[in-house]
């Protein structure tokens, strides 16, 4: 296959590059580097099936592909409100133009949308059939409201023009590549017990999210790439659920830290609480999660002590 992977320099893309390489596909990595990093896929240059081109995907490309992984998209809060206006841009505008190519040139198209399509919920956990609960005008509403247009897009070329489309919604993933100044809660946590800093808490740390370790979901998302007559949305997460205070605690006896707790003020919309209901990834796709919390620590842990140290023990600020 001819597979094209939009944001694949990033966290999740540069995954799905690796595992669509070992698959013998013809990859093709999309990416402008607003979060990504060359480092990601440096690994990849030399593979003869895989190919790097800067772009931004607000801006239409013509390529001859079969499949399209849409993960272009900054995803931590940190990144994605430093610019609102580009994110929802990125959402929309590069949705569109996504499936204006799988319409185009008949490719199967997979995006990358997200738990934050149900906002702060209210039911608990979340199924795929729960509309959500969004703030339409907040400082989150530019990613999550971009992902519900986006999803929307994606059902209307489909309905409208028989694009062939897959819909996932990730719970939190974590794992090595994360940037190190991505602000996503694990990569700081990690890089904050790794060099005895403070530990920051947003907030009394009682909110929940439930940790998906990177390997999982590409295996999910590489079963729901290949499988016909479901389009879903699907949830791909991890159910098992922690208060943020215990993924400190845990945080800090992995790496055998001195770090102290601090509590500092929660964002506003910050969702209380998240769980994916995973019975349609369960039956579908015949896939569950297999790498507990505690083992993704440990990798990912290793993952940044490596880099931290390659940088010479610099001081990183976060
Ligand atoms: P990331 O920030 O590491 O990766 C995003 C990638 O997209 C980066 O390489 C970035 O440079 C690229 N990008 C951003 N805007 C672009 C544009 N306009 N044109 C071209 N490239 C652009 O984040 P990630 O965690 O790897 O997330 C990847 C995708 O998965 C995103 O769409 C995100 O919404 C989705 N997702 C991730 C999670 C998670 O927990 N990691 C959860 C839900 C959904
Ligand atoms: N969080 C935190 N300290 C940090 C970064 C995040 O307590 O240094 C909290 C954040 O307020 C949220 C949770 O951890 O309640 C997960 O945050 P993240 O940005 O990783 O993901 P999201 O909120 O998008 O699920």
Redesign the pocket.
């Known amino acids: 296959m001819r597979v094209v992977v939009?944001?694949g320099?990033?966290?999740?893309?540069s995954h799905l590059c690796d595992r669509l390489v070992s698959e013998g596909h013809d990859v093709i990595c999309?990416?402008?580097?607003?979060?990504?990093s060359k480092q990601n896929i440096k690994h990849l240059l030399h593979n003869d099936n895989f190919e790097l081109i800067r772009?931004?995907?607000?801006e239409p490309i013509l390529l001859e592909v079969d499949q399209i992984y849409h993960?272009?998209?900054?995803?931590?809060p940190v990144?994605y409100q430093y610019n609102p206006v580009k994110t929802i841009k990125?959402s929309v505008m590069?949705t569109i133009n996504m499936l204006g190519l799988a319409k185009r040139v008949k490719a199967r198209v997979l995006l990358?949308?997200?738990?934050?399509v149900y906002g702060d919920p209210k039911v608990h956990p979340q199924p795929e059939s729960y509309w959500g609960n969004v703030n339409p005008i907040g400082e989150r509403s530019c990613y999550d409201e971009g992902?519900r247009v986006a999803e929307t897009l994606m059902m209307d070329y489909h309905r409208q023009s028989g694009v062939d489309i897959k819909i996932i919604r990730?719970?939190?993933?974590?794992g090595p590549r994360?940037?190190i100044h991505?602000g996503r809660v694990v990569s700081n946590f990690i890089v904050q017990a790794l060099q005895n800093k403070n530990i920051t808490i947003y907030g009394r740390g009682t909110q929940t999210r439930s940790f998906q370790y990177v390997d999982d979901l590409i295996e999910a998302t590489y079963r729901m790439m290949q499988t016909d007559n479901f389009i879903g949305p699907v949830n791909i997460g991890n159910p098992d659920e922690f208060t943020i205070l215990e993924l400190a605690e845990q945080v800090i006896d992995l790496v055998g830290s001195s770090s102290k707790i601090i509590y500092k003020p929660l964002p506003k919309d910050d969702p209380a609480q998240r769980q994916p209901d995973i019975s349609l990834a369960r039956e579908r796709l015949d896939w569950r999660p297999t790498i507990p919390l505690q083992e993704g620590l440990k990798k990912t842990i290793a993952y940044f002590d490596r880099l931290l140290s390659e940088k010479n023990n610099q001081t990183i600020l976060i």
Do not use: R, W
């Not at 320099?9 to 893309?13: I, M, R, Y």
């Not at 772009?55 to 607000?58: C, E, R, V």
């Not at 993960?71 to 931590?76: D, G, I, L």
């Open positions: 939009t944001g320099a990033g966290f999740l893309g999309l990416d402008n580097f607003f979060t990504g772009h931004d995907i607000i993960f272009a998209c900054p995803a931590s990144h990125t590069g990358a949308s997200t738990s934050e992902k990730i719970f939190n993933t974590y994360m940037a991505d």
